[in-house]
């Protein structure tokens, strides 16, 4: 089964540090792009940004650029999203997404939630 | 990039057929065919409906359509159904080789 199982919900405290994970399994991770989706609550979905795994290769939304980072170890088939100093502002559930070949963002994972508060 | 515009909410009685709009640019909607539809439950992940703007994954009902004239990508739910109430949500390649999501629409079965 193709799946993508991110890492379980997070509570930090402003201006903290927090990697979030998403890992593939069931396909060729190597060969397929994973981004991030923000969904703040009763909100929308944001699309952050996308990384190809095979090559590390990532592409930022204009509105997040600066603001988290993107990365991927190929060896384990995982993907991070990463904050430096986390805001109250970044309370949100977050989505790793798999781009499927036509463009699609055809997996999606469980979600994890991430709250900031002091 | 600015969010697509899509209505915040449409509704129809069991049976009847809705159509969500979702407007963007000749940078995006209306620059490539890779527009997709997402539905979302609430307390649940989106599930892909339709991509490259009318195409439909294996395993979703063919109630629902998807087309596009100029920037405007359109769904089509047919033969509504009570499980069709959710929010929905278009997607779009942009000339940036990035993406956008619509502003989202709330769907009611009445």
């Known amino acids: 089964e193709v799946q993508l199982v991110q890492s379980g919900a997070e509570v930090k405290k402003p201006g903290e540090s927090l990697k979030i994970s998403c890992k593939g399994s069931?396909?060729?991770?190597?060969?397929?792009?994973i981004g991030w989706v923000r969904q703040m609550p009763g909100k929308g979905l944001e699309w952050m940004g996308i990384?190809?795994?095979?090559?590390?290769?990532?592409r930022y939304s204009p509105s997040f650029q600066g603001q988290v980072t993107i990365s991927a170890d190929k060896s384990i088939s995982t993907a991070y999203l990463q904050w430096s100093s986390l805001k109250a502002s970044d309370t949100a559930m977050y989505y790793c997404?798999?781009?499927?070949?036509?463009?699609?963002?055809?997996?999606w994972g469980q979600g994890t939630m991430v709250t900031v508060s002091s | 990039q600015s969010a697509l515009t899509q209505p915040a909410s449409v509704s129809g009685s069991p049976g009847q057929s809705i159509t969500i709009s979702c407007t963007g640019t000749s940078s995006d909607v209306g620059g490539y065919d890779y527009v997709s539809w997402y539905q979302q439950h609430p307390g649940k992940a989106p599930k892909l409906m339709i991509y490259?703007?009318?195409n439909r994954p294996s395993g979703v009902s063919n109630r629902f359509s998807g087309s596009k004239s100029g920037n405007t990508a359109s769904l089509t739910v047919s033969g509504l159904q009570t499980e069709d109430e959710a929010d929905y949500y278009c997607?779009?390649?942009?000339?940036?080789?990035?993406?956008?999501f619509g502003t989202g629409t709330k769907v009611t079965v009445l």
């Open positions: 990384i190809y795994p095979g090559d590390s290769d990532t």
């Open positions: 997404v798999r781009l499927g070949s036509d463009y699609q963002f055809d997996i």
């Open positions: 490259e703007v009318s």
């Open positions: 069931g396909y060729s991770f190597t060969s397929y792009w």
């Open positions: 997607s779009s390649y942009t000339s940036s080789t990035t993406y956008v």
